[in-house]
Every structure is written in structure tokens, then in C-alpha cells.
């Protein structure tokens, strides 16, 4: 991938036409209770990874009446759009779409249905095959009959035995960032914003749910029907099929789950209303109506989807003592940022994830404490900074400039993630939070279902931040946080008094070989955990290793984020006895921020490689595509030694002194 940064002058020049813009299109502050527009209210830049042409026309509603196949792994049907025609002279519907059998298209007119020729393009890797759909009369609504592929990229089927009860299937979808095109034909790109109602299908016993108004007293009885009035981007689109149940949290919130899971994920996610309403008191109203949670196998390849209505969560964050419950916050806040406004295009990535990072962290504050918050953002924060130091110079701007070469998923870095979190936290800290969080919230209600780019965020921010308070935050400075590499000097930094103790306590075995006495590591979450094993050097001797493993019981551990930094040490460090529980481990586990380290660390030696081969071959059929995608390259990849390296007997030193809480070791992205 090759990605340039904006030179300082030609950035300067997108943003002073931002300005200008937003000056120009700007009405009076809007409020919460004030109406949303229909369409974004200036034009976006292309989206390079779609072959739609929304400028033209544009689907306004879906209507999808799919059939639910378990036993073909298929979804099978019809999908009819509302089309807006914007350009009088268009004859032409492009959609996207990846692995789909077209086998009608049809158009309607004046109330009649008759056949629109259509052809089905080059299949791209990537994006896809382009359908194009000949509309000479621009009829209102086009209706296409279609068959997806039983390896959808968007879809994963999982028999019974892959799921908690082992008595039915299961199947769920993952959209994001361009994987919708591969079970409908779209417009898939987050430019178009639609409403949507289905009708599905399936076998009576299984309980199908949608990214739309789910009725938790719904009854399982094969054909269930869905409405999504409000609009959404193609890449929010979701559907699940299974042995699922619910428990209320609250009148707007509660768990669907298989039912042995159920319980358990109720107890964990007890505080999501609380989440609710600390939000709403920063940043205005909920406006979807309900928030639930789908707890899905341990095969889902993220930590959560923030699919409207109902969030996808991996069960891996229920370790039984809420402590990794911010992905729920994360998820929430995505009902605001991303999900309310959006980003127009991948390269705009960090107005969803930066956003959102930056309000998790506010929602963790507002509930479990600033000491909470700041060691999330420590570990966060350390990742990013190790991420960076292997990262192209390119790749570490928010903001990617127009025109660029750039993966949709890859888009979605740590820098769209972390650093975006870190700029917002740095004009919280210029202008205080009584002013940035009134600004956000105007910020959230101005673009509410909207699709906007980074100049358009600049824009309103100019008017109604930069300029409404001169003289705190310089142009260089904005330039330098979106459009530079790196962390600027103007970050605040952020320390951690309760990781303070744990360095303390990892120093002192170090240097003493005696471990802290349990009256300090009994209280510890699963973030003082993280921190203590991040602190490592990348081997020790295996002595060490049996010391902690003896003590603190790591190789076996159920907590997937301690699994994925103490199974890579030990890996690297010729740990034997964690071979067993590491395989387990990648085998029962799809999601791919816990399992990529451990094969990373496999690979390394040639034992290792056919270990990771074996076990691979026995998870594959329980991988989501997207996760076995990056399984697969991480083994064709892999350049092992023949022998695994000697660990190092001495400690190493201890990180420097001005970055108290940074780990030296390399782990996940974030707690996400």
C-alpha cells in the first residue's frame, strides 16, 4: 500500500476551502429536537472502493425477502430500491457486489414490472464485480432476484457443534468496512445513507435478528419481518440466525444470547443503561430507540460491531468482573459517532473510531473512574507509539490525501483509532471540557445522518471552535495532528498512578526474582495484568516464565487479553509447557486481535510454523473468512528460524524514565 501526506500547502488549501464552505452552508446552531436533513448537505469526495455513482442516483429505501438457508449457506431473494435519480441524463445503475448469482433484474414503471438488461462485470479482488443495471426510463424502483455465495466474505455459517448449546446452527454477518456488497447488491460505500424493511425466511426453530427494530418478545416461527426507519450506511446493514434468547437490561436495552450465555452476558453488561444515559447527558439524546447486545460465538472476528439497535459483541470480553466492559462503551458510542455522523470514505476512518475512542473513554470515566480511564488510555497509547515506530511515515496521518491507494480495512488502524482519541483529548484539554464537550455535541446534532469528510469536520470546527475562541490552538498546529505523521509535542500525556505499582512490582521480581506479595497483585484488573506482562522484555528465561505461570496460573487463562500477550512471550521465549494451551487456545477463538500475536509468535521458528499449520487446519472451518484471510497470510509469510533463539538471563532495563507506564513489548492494538 502507498500512501502520501497532503504537503503543508496544499492542506492549507483544502482546509481554507473548508472554511469557506462551512461558513457558507452553515445555518444557526441546530439542536437535538431540530430536524435532520435527508442528504449530507455538501458534496463528498469519490469513494474508491465502490462502483457507485450516488452523485446521479441514489437508493433512497431497501426492501429486502430473503430465503435463510442453513443447510445450502446461502441467502436467497429479492432486493427492491427506492431510487432517487439526481442527474436527468443517467441511464445507468451501478451496484456492488462480490460472489452473488444475479438472476433478474427488473424495473418498475408507471406500476409495471417489465426486465432491465444488466451485466455483471470483472470480478476485482477487492472490490468486487461491478453490476450494471440499464435504466433508460429511470424507473422509481428496481428490483433484483440473487443468490449469495456459501463463502460470502460477509457471512459466516457455523454448524451446531461450533456453537454454545451444540444443538442448532448459527450464522451471522460482518459488513464492515466493504463486506455488505457480498450479501446484497448495493450501493456499498458509506456516502449513501438509505432506510430498510426485510422479510426473512428460515427454519422455525432458530431466532433471526436484523440491524433494525427486533421485538424481544418475538416469537420463533421461521418468517419474521424488520424496519429500519432510520438511515443507514450499506456497511451497518446485519443479520444472525441461531439459538438465541433475551434478557432485558432495561425498557430500552437488553442481552440476545444463546441460552447458556445469556446469564452470564446480562450480569457482565448490567451498567449499559447506565452507559446510556451518561452519554446522553454529554452529547444529546439515544436516537434508535432501543440498544441491545448480540452475544455471538467466540468465532466472531472483533471485539464488537456497532450494528444500529443491536451491537455485536464477542463473548470473549465476559471473564466475570466487568472489567472489559469499555468495548461496550466503545460499541455505544458508535451510536453518536459513526453510526449518527459518519465518515464518507475509508480514508476519513478516524471520524468514526477516533471519535468514538475518544467518547468510550468518557463514558469509562463518567462511570468507573479517571483511574480506569487513564489505563486504558495507557495501554492504548503505548500500542500505538510501538505501532508507529515499524509504521510508513504516510500511514500515520489522520487524514489520508485524495486520490491515494488505500485497503478499506486497513483504514482502520490504531492511528484512526488511538491517535484520533488523542487529538480530540488535546482540544479538550485547550478549550476545556465545558466548551469542546458543548461543541461536540453541536457537532453530533449539525451532521446527525450525514456522511461527511475530514474538511467538512475542520470546517465546523473552524467556525464554531477555532474562531469562536481565537488564539488557543494554531493552524500548525491542527495541520501538524491531522495531516502529520507521528504524535505531535502538543499531545497531553497521560500516566497511570495504579501502573506506577505495577512497574514497581515487575522491577522488583526482575531485579529479585521474588514476587510481590499477594496484597498488592490480589486487587489487580485485567488491565494491571496487561500492563505487567507488556512490561517485559520480548523473552525470559523459562525459569521466569514457570515462576509467574506457577503463581498467577496464565497458560490456561480465560481472559482472551492476558491469553494474547502471555502466550506470544512464552511462545518466543521456548516455553514448552504453553504450547498445548496456546493451540487451544487459536482453535477455540476466531477473533483476530487475540489469535494474530500467537501465530505471529508460532511462525517464528520452524517448530513453531507446523504447530501453527496444524492448528490452523483444525480452526479453519470455525474461522470467519476475515480471520482466516490474515491466518493465512501470516503463514505464507513466514521466514522462521530453524531453532528458537536463546532468552536473555539478565532483565532488561527498565523503560525510560519520562515514559513511566510505556510497555517494550509488542501486543494488541488496544483493550478493543
Not at 432485558?248 to 436495552?253: D, E, G, L, N, T
Request: charged share 20%.
Amino acid at each position: 500500500m502507498s500512501v502520501s501526506l497532503l504537503r503543508p500547502l496544499l492542506a492549507a488549501s483544502l482546509l481554507s476551502l473548508a472554511f469557506l464552505a462551512g461558513c457558507a452552508n452553515d445555518d444557526a446552531a441546530t439542536t437535538s429536537d431540530a430536524p435532520t436533513p435527508d442528504r449530507t448537505e455538501a458534496p463528498v469526495d469519490r469513494d474508491e472502493h465502490s462502483h457507485a455513482e450516488p452523485q446521479k442516483v441514489v437508493i433512497d429505501d431497501l426492501a429486502l425477502d430473503l430465503a435463510l438457508d442453513f443447510d445450502a449457506r446461502t441467502l436467497a431473494g429479492t432486493a427492491t430500491y427506492t431510487l432517487e435519480w439526481n442527474d436527468e441524463t443517467a441511464t445507468q445503475l451501478l451496484l456492488d457486489t462480490r460472489d452473488l448469482a444475479i438472476e433478474r433484474v427488473e424495473g418498475e414503471v408507471d406500476g409495471q414490472w417489465g426486465p432491465l438488461q444488466h451485466a455483471l462485470g470483472e470480478r476485482h479482488d477487492t472490490l468486487g464485480s461491478r453490476l450494471a443495471i440499464e435504466t433508460p426510463q429511470r424507473p422509481g424502483k428496481v428490483r433484483v432476484t440473487y443468490r449469495t455465495s456459501p463463502d460470502a466474505s460477509g457471512l459466516q455459517w457455523l454448524t451446531p457443534e461450533m456453537t454454545e448449546g451444540k444443538q442448532l446452527p448459527f450464522m451471522f454477518s460482518q459488513s464492515q468496512q466493504i463486506h455488505a456488497r457480498s450479501w446484497v447488491p448495493l450501493q456499498d460505500t458509506p456516502q449513501v445513507r438509505y432506510t430498510y424493511s426485510a422479510r426473512i425466511t428460515t427454519r422455525p426453530d432458530v431466532m433471526v435478528l436484523m440491524s433494525a427494530d427486533n421485538d424481544p418478545a418475538a416469537a420463533r416461527d421461521g418468517e419474521y419481518t424488520f424496519t429500519m426507519p432510520q438511515r443507514i450506511p450499506s456497511y451497518l446493514m446485519a443479520i444472525a440466525a441461531g439459538d438465541l434468547v433475551f434478557k432485558p437490561i432495561s425498557a430500552r436495552s437488553g442481552v440476545w444470547a444463546e441460552p447458556a450465555m445469556v446469564d452470564k452476558a446480562v450480569d457482565e453488561f448490567a451498567d449499559t443503561e447506565k452507559m446510556i444515559v451518561a452519554t446522553e447527558q454529554l452529547y444529546g439524546p439515544y436516537r434508535w430507540e432501543r440498544y441491545d447486545l448480540l452475544v455471538l460465538p467466540p468465532s466472531f472476528p472483533y471485539g464488537g460491531m456497532e450494528n444500529p439497535r443491536l451491537s455485536f459483541i464477542t463473548p470473549t470480553v465476559i471473564v466475570g468482573d466487568r472489567s472489559l466492559v469499555s468495548l461496550i462503551a466503545h460499541e455505544l458510542a458508535h451510536s453518536w459517532s459513526g453510526n449518527l455522523v459518519t465518515f464518507s470514505s475509508a480514508r476519513h476512518g478516524w471520524l468514526n473510531e477516533g471519535f468514538t475512542s475518544y467518547v468510550e473513554a468518557r463514558i469509562v470515566e463518567a462511570l468507573y473512574g479517571q483511574d480506569v480511564s487513564d489505563m486504558e488510555y495507557v495501554i492504548s497509547r503505548n500500542a500505538l507509539k510501538r505501532g508507529m515506530s515499524t509504521m510508513p511515515e504516510a500511514t500515520q496521518a489522520l487524514a489520508v490525501k485524495p486520490g491515494t491507494e488505500l485497503d478499506a480495512d486497513d483504514a482502520l488502524s490504531a492511528v484512526a483509532y488511538d491517535k484520533g482519541a488523542w487529538f480530540l483529548q488535546f482540544l479538550e484539554q485547550r478549550y476545556g471540557r465545558d466548551v469542546f464537550d458543548a461543541f461536540l455535541r453541536g457537532y453530533f446534532d449539525h451532521f446527525a445522518f450525514q456522511s461527511i469528510t475530514t474538511e467538512q469536520f475542520l470546517a465546523y470546527a473552524k467556525q464554531h471552535l477555532f474562531d469562536a475562541h481565537p488564539n488557543v490552538v494554531s493552524d500548525a498546529e491542527i495541520q501538524e495532528w491531522v495531516y502529520g505523521p507521528g504524535i505531535p509535542p502538543s499531545a497531553p500525556q497521560v500516566l497511570s498512578q495504579r501502573f506506577g505499582i505495577v512497574d514497581s512490582a515487575r522491577l522488583g521480581w526482575r531485579g529479585s526474582k521474588q514476587l510481590p506479595p499477594t496484597s498488592i497483585t490480589q486487587p489487580w484488573t485485567t488491565q494491571e495484568w496487561v500492563h505487567f506482562l507488556e512490561g517485559m522484555p520480548e523473552m525470559l528465561p523459562v525459569a521466569e516464565l514457570a515462576q509467574l505461570d506457577e503463581a498467577y496460573g496464565f497458560t490456561g487463562t480465560a481472559n482472551g487479553e492476558i491469553a494474547m500477550r502471555w502466550y506470544p512471550l512464552a511462545i518466543r521465549s521456548g516455553y514448552a509447557q504453553a504450547n498445548d494451551a496456546a493451540v487451544a487456545f487459536v482453535e477455540r477463538i476466531g477473533r483476530r486481535k487475540l489469535i494474530v500475536p500467537v501465530y505471529e509468535a508460532l511462525v517464528q521458528t520452524e517448530p513453531g510454523l507446523a504447530l501453527a499449520r496444524e492448528a490452523f487446519a483444525r480452526a479453519r472451518p470455525g474461522y470467519h473468512p476475515i480471520t482466516t484471510g490474515s491466518v493465512e497470510r501470516i503463514i505464507a509469510e513466514a521466514r522462521p528460524r530453524p531453532v528458537p533463539a536463546a532468552a536473555p538471563a539478565a532483565p532488561e532495563p527498565y523503560p525510560a524514565a519520562e515514559d513511566p507506564n510505556a510497555g517494550v513489548n509488542t501486543g494488541g492494538a488496544s483493550m478493543r
